[in-house]
């Protein structure tokens, strides 16, 4: 099946600082998402992006497809952003998301 | 905007009991999935749902699991005899169903937490 590479896997910032987390995949895909796992375990939806580049206030994502990665960007962190970022793909051709293992975040006052 | 609701948000069972996960899919959608996480661990795919009947499902949907559209606006999976290792956050999710499906993004509930004693 299609693998998915989260890096770094943990990362730690001041806050204020910006951050870049990179997802690589292993194959062609029809969606690429990025999420925000909460303290809470809820899983809040940033970035529809199989392609391309999208902008929502201090995050932004990129997805150069034909290369099979994605990157997420993080500018002025501030606590709130603490969590576990996860990228999930999905292959064509089928329809279930896989996950990457994630990179969790910590942003310190 | 509308969303996946999931009830219960947390589930307390004892081991070897039937457990029922309920999820209100966003109302035009038509996909709809499940996906668990063991704590600490990544979300894994269970199983996904389209035109009354499964269409993909993983390995660890085994006979144990279940999945059941019982009218027009719930999605249900049920556990039937659970295990200590079914502890975990079930989430739902459903995507619209377009002419062509693909590249709709997945729309995922809050999550249930299912403990087992």
């Known amino acids: 099946g299609i693998q998915v590479e989260q890096s770094p896997p943990d990362l730690i910032l001041q806050e204020g600082a910006n951050s870049t987390l990179r997802c690589n995949f292993s194959?062609?895909?029809?969606?690429l998402q990025w999420f925000h796992q909460n303290p809470w375990g809820q899983l809040i939806n940033l970035f529809y992006?199989?392609?391309g580049t999208k902008q929502n206030g201090r995050l932004s994502a990129t997805t150069v497809a034909t290369e099979r990665y994605s990157l997420l960007y993080i500018s002025s962190s501030q606590t709130t952003d603490s969590g576990v970022y996860f990228c999930?793909?999905?292959?064509?051709?089928?329809?279930?998301?896989?996950f990457g293992k994630g990179t969790k975040l910590t942003v310190n006052p | 905007e509308p969303e996946v609701t999931q009830t219960p948000s947390h589930q307390v069972t004892q081991m070897g009991q039937e457990v029922i996960l309920r999820c209100v899919p966003i109302s035009n959608h038509l996909y709809f999935y499940w996906y668990r996480q063991i704590l600490g661990q990544k979300v894994e795919f269970l199983v996904s749902f389209y035109n009354n009947e499964i269409s993909e499902k993983s390995e660890i949907f085994d006979d144990q699991f279940s999945v059941e559209r019982p009218d027009g606006s719930n999605f249900t999976l049920k556990i039937r005899s659970t295990k200590l290792e079914d502890s975990a956050m079930y989430f739902c999710a459903s995507s619209e169903a377009l002419r062509v499906r693909s590249n709709q993004p997945q729309h995922f509930g809050d999550g249930t937490r299912l403990s087992i004693l």
């Open positions: 992006i199989p392609s």
């Open positions: 999930a793909v999905e292959r064509r051709g089928s329809e279930k998301l896989v």
């Open positions: 194959d062609s895909v029809n969606n």
